[in-house]
């Protein structure tokens, strides 16, 4: 009933708002195009155009006709490509997770314009973890690769990694706060009144861990890196923060370095990917990386 010609002839004379322009653009007669259309909404039953003397318009129900066969026309005419691809075993979907701590929105959006130039017709899907998440979503859940799994060995045999820095750690509090006036190294009595400010482990499957707490300290958790900063340059707890993150905020005062008497060692911070399922897609990441590429400068820049 709805053929490929029928869909092509409705598409043209919904573009063009004429019969005649239509059998132009077709090289048909206007009697044939006219056909054809009385014929397609004599099949759906329902009016598709709104005929004058003068033009043509589209109902609502030709309306939501249209716009539903543009996209099934547009699905048509890449179909060749998409075969190619698939053919050469470029993965339909790659989903990918991204440490917390090496997210940025920017960094992302600038990585899919990479990958989406390079595989047009591969269905991309980013996530956000925190710590263990990472790699609970690696071997528990339905993911491609990852940027930032912690640790530089494997949890599992199928899954691969290759090291990529280390996040390095400084302890900072706001100006306002009751220990930035403090000389010396802070003692685990005099940070213990305060919170400690911490994102929350987003692992189901594997065991959380906690980033930085003492013994007995009052502990607030957030979703989130960026909230956690807020929270330190609102003096509402102390802890550790990223020092490619927070390094601005101390060049302008905005927060203040203090020296603790445990310091948090780097973070060591690795890709993963699975073998088993590795592709085209999976490949292009791991070079991206390896070969510094300016789409991924962020992310090496985060770590040393």
């Not at 048909?28 to 329902?46: D, M």
């Not at 998440?133 to 528990?140: L, N, R």
């Not at 003096?235 to 990223?242: A, D, E, I, Q, S």
């Amino acid at each position: 009933m709805l053929d490929y010609e029928m869909i092509r002839t409705f598409i043209t004379v919904a573009e063009c708002k004429s019969f005649s322009r239509a059998a132009k653009v077709l090289h048909r007669t206007s009697a044939a195009i006219s056909y054809r259309i009385k014929l397609l909404e004599e099949n759906v039953g329902v009016l598709l155009f709104n005929r004058s003397t003068r033009s043509i318009e589209l109902t609502p129900a030709g309306e939501y006709l249209f716009t539903r066969y543009q996209q099934l026309k547009d699905w048509v005419d890449t179909i060749p490509e998409e075969l190619q691809q698939v053919c050469s075993g470029v993965e339909q979907n790659v989903n990918i997770v991204i440490n917390n701590l090496l997210y940025d929105s920017t960094a992302v959006a600038n990585l899919l314009v990479s990958l989406s130039a390079k595989f047009p017709f591969t269905h991309f899907h980013i996530s956000r973890h925190v710590y263990m998440g990472v790699w609970d979503a690696m071997i528990s859940e339905d993911y491609h690769f990852a940027i930032g799994v912690t640790g530089v060995e494997s949890l599992v045999n199928d899954i691969s990694v290759h090291f990529l820095g280390d996040i390095n750690w400084i302890f900072v509090v706001s100006p306002h706060h009751p220990l930035a006036s403090v000389d010396g190294v802070l003692r685990e009595d005099q940070l213990r009144p305060y919170p400690a400010i911490n994102v929350d482990d987003t692992a189901h499957h594997l065991p959380k861990r906690t980033a930085w707490l003492l013994t007995r300290q009052h502990e607030i958790k957030v979703p989130d890196l960026h909230t956690k900063l807020e929270c330190h340059l609102n003096g509402v707890g102390v802890g550790f923060l990223p020092k490619n993150l927070c390094q601005p905020y101390i060049d302008s005062g905005r927060l203040i370095p203090k020296k603790v008497y445990r310091a948090r060692h780097g973070s060591p911070l690795s890709l993963a990917w699975n073998e088993s399922r590795k592709g085209p897609v999976v490949d292009y990441l791991i070079n991206l990386f390896k070969s510094e590429n300016p789409a991924v400068k962020y992310f090496l820049n985060a770590v040393s």
